[in-house]
């Protein structure tokens, strides 16, 4: 599928009535001695209404009896005239800031939304270490006062950092190893030979955009 045809009318009777009406409007707005969207040349324009010419000629001599080859040119034509659509609609309106969002629904595109913001992560996560197993350490998580384990709204998972030592890391920067959980648990896996040694954590929120929350203090547990 040519790429953003995503906002096309599935049935051929509505792709004519739109590809028509997008024609109208974009020649109404470039043509003239006062134009409104001056970046878009003539000649891009006028492939545009050609594109559609040929699509709605093919459309329409389906609307009679005929043949499948009819057909097949009608299939052909709209292939042509959807990528033709998509690559105008890409290059002339989706970053045009002459195109006000009452124009925008002229065309019959929906008005641009701003991207979800992605606020930093509140809060640190309340967690809870077991170990069900000789060699693994399970970090449940949840929100601080959560009724229910699993991570709050709008965060992505709990990142974690962790060493083995003898002695507690001064500072978060003293944890070397990393490790990430988008679901309950966060399982960390150790060899045998660190089995009864101590190992030292710390954990935070994480966005789907990446934004990072505050890091909880360092806690510990004993590898099992």
């Known amino acids: 599928m040519p790429r953003n045809t995503y906002f096309l009318p599935?049935?051929?009777?509505?792709?004519?009535?739109?590809?028509?009406?997008?024609?109208?409007?974009?020649?109404?707005?470039?043509?003239?001695q006062n134009p409104t969207w001056t970046a878009?040349?003539?000649?891009?324009?006028?492939?545009?209404?050609?594109?559609?010419?040929?699509?709605?000629?093919?459309?329409?001599?389906?609307?009679?009896?005929?043949?499948?080859?009819?057909?097949?040119?009608k299939n052909e034509a709209r292939t042509v005239g959807g990528k033709a659509l998509s690559d105008f609609k890409h290059r002339f309106i989706d970053r045009n800031p002459q195109?006000?969002?009452?124009?925008?629904?002229?065309?019959?595109?929906?008005?641009?939304?701003?991207?979800?913001?992605?606020?930093?992560?509140?809060?640190?996560?309340?967690?809870?270490?077991?170990?069900?197993?000789?060699?693994?350490?399970?970090?449940?998580?949840?929100?601080?006062?959560?009724?229910r384990w699993g991570k709050p709204e709008n965060v992505h998972g709990i990142e974690c950092l962790w060493v083995i030592g003898d002695t507690p890391p001064a500072v978060i920067g003293d944890l070397l190893h990393s490790a990430f959980a988008t679901k309950n648990p966060l399982e960390l896996s150790f060899d045998e030979n660190q089995r009864g040694r101590k190992v030292y954590f710390a954990v935070r929120w994480e966005t789907g955009a990446a934004l990072k929350g505050d890091w909880s203090d360092i806690f510990s547990v004993i590898i099992p």
């Open 10 to 32: 599935t049935k051929d009777a509505d792709f004519d009535a739109f590809f028509h009406n997008f024609c109208q409007q974009v020649t109404q707005n470039t043509a003239g």
């Open 40 to 73: 878009i040349p003539a000649e891009e324009v006028a492939a545009l209404n050609t594109a559609y010419s040929a699509w709605h000629a093919a459309y329409e001599a389906t609307l009679a009896p005929h043949t499948p080859g009819v057909t097949a040119a």
């Open 99 to 147: 195109i006000t969002p009452q124009q925008l629904t002229d065309l019959g595109l929906h008005e641009r939304k701003p991207p979800s913001p992605h606020p930093k992560p509140d809060g640190i996560p309340d967690v809870e270490i077991l170990t069900p197993h000789p060699r693994v350490i399970h970090i449940r998580f949840r929100a601080m006062n959560a009724p």
